[in-house]
């Protein structure tokens, strides 16, 4: 069965500066595709951005990208310029192609310092 | 267009009375999940939905949750009769099938049976 593991709880940054969020998973599927979602004090569940297994290049969206290492099974969040309202839970989430059943991770905290 | 709409936000009811929360999709998607979020299990998918059709509903707990999507605007997930441990926060999604571009979650709603 597939997992997803965050094995941050919680991490911190200073405001405008860089901070890497962690996430491996395990599968034995070669097609799939990864997600990051960010969860406000608001509650929404809003997607930050996406990544396709057969595709070599990370994603990147704004100040958000991806280091994808498809052998090591990493899907790694990369905030830069970080901003207040960065602050969130972000959750990993896995889908095996044609199930469109999302496993999720955890969750990783942040906290932005001013 | 307005996103996933829920409703209600909160919801606060007795042990034993029935529990129905509200869902209007996205227009023009064609499928549509109910997760259900603690902090003891984190996010788990309830059932979901292809075109109306439910899908796959092994994750709904017990009997006692039901869930029904009479046309592509609109479903509703009920809980008769609810319990303390039905707390929880439930959120609606939708995407397009086949697309994999990742759910749009409504704002979800906070359950709370005393």
């Known amino acids: 069965a597939q997992t997803v593991t965050q094995s941050q709880p919680e991490m911190s940054v200073q405001e405008a500066e860089t901070v890497t969020l962690s996430c491996t998973y395990d599968?034995?599927?070669?097609?799939?595709?990864l997600f990051w979602y960010k969860q406000p004090p608001s509650r929404q569940m809003i997607l930050v951005i996406r990544?396709?297994?057969?595709?070599?290049q990370n994603a990147t969206e704004n100040r958000f990208s991806v280091n994808f290492q498809k052998a090591a099974k990493s899907f790694s969040l990369k905030i830069s310029d970080s901003q207040l309202g960065d602050a969130a839970m972000y959750f990993c989430?896995?889908?095996?192609?044609?199930?469109?059943?999302?496993?999720f991770g955890t969750g990783t905290r942040l906290k932005v310092l001013a | 267009d307005a996103g996933v709409i829920q409703s209600p936000r909160h919801e606060v009811t007795e042990m034993g009375q029935e529990v129905t929360l509200r869902c209007k999709p996205i227009?023009?998607?064609?499928?549509l999940f109910w997760y259900r979020q603690t902090m003891m299990r984190g996010l788990e998918l309830l059932i979901y939905?292809?075109?109306?059709?439910?899908?796959?509903d092994s994750g709904m707990p017990e009997d006692r949750f039901s869930a029904k999507m009479p046309n592509a605007s609109f479903s509703t997930l009920k809980i008769q009769p609810s319990e303390p441990r039905d707390s929880a926060v439930y959120f609606c999604?939708?995407?397009?099938?086949?697309?994999?571009?990742?759910?749009?979650f409504g704002s979800g709603t906070r359950l709370t049976v005393v």
């Open positions: 999604a939708s995407s397009f099938w086949g697309k994999a571009q990742g759910y749009t």
């Open positions: 599968t034995s599927e070669s097609d799939y595709y």
């Open positions: 990544q396709e297994a057969y595709k070599q």
């Open positions: 989430a896995y889908d095996t192609s044609g199930t469109y059943k999302y496993i």
């Open positions: 227009s023009g998607h064609n499928s």
């Open positions: 939905f292809n075109n109306n059709v439910p899908i796959d």
